[in-house]
């Protein structure tokens, strides 16, 4: 075989590649676009959207607690400590008394009353903390913002507040 001699063209070949090329393509497009979907639509890198999607599913956790008056359950996601009754010396910081006063619906210090719904409608990372802007009831003012820390898995207030648009 010489240098100019080409082997024969294979019409078969090229079109499995070029399926197969196009199929990995595709299915990388509907991986990504699914987990964006998934993850809350974040504007962020992707590989941030795992947060966003514990965040949200943490969030909703807890609030769904929260709805259902069910405070002791709230206070161990709040915590990540799902056994927090057999240890409540190390949650010295935020006692479950003190979450009682914020969270109960009967409470004075409770800026919301009882909460029927809850709408995560901002999400964004800052530093290593995912901020979130709730809406409470459907009330578009006073909404409430919670932070969320990837590392320890806990909630607590935001000192910062998002812009949720007017």
């Known amino acids: 075989m010489t240098l100019l001699d080409a082997p024969k063209y294979d019409a078969a070949r090229a079109r499995r590649n070029s399926t197969i090329l196009y199929s990995g393509i595709g299915l990388f497009l509907v991986v990504l676009v699914g987990g964006w979907i998934v993850s809350?639509?974040?504007?962020?890198?992707p590989w941030h959207w795992y947060t966003h999607f514990r965040a949200r599913m943490t969030t909703n956790a807890f609030?769904?607690?929260?709805?259902?008056?069910?405070l002791e359950k709230a206070y161990g996601i709040w915590m990540h400590d799902p056994d927090w009754k057999s240890h409540p010396q190390t949650h010295a910081t935020y006692p479950f008394e003190r979450f009682e006063q914020d969270w109960s619906p009967t409470s004075a210090a409770n800026d919301y009353g009882p909460i029927k719904s809850h709408k995560i409608v901002a999400a964004r990372l800052s530093g290593n903390v995912l901020l979130m802007g709730i809406r409470i009831n459907g009330l578009k003012s006073n909404a409430l913002f919670l932070n969320y820390e990837p590392k320890s898995k806990q909630l607590g207030f935001s000192p910062v507040e998002l812009y949720l648009g007017p």
């Open 40 to 45: 809350g639509l974040p504007v962020d890198w």
């Open 63 to 70: 609030l769904g607690a929260i709805e259902k008056s069910d």
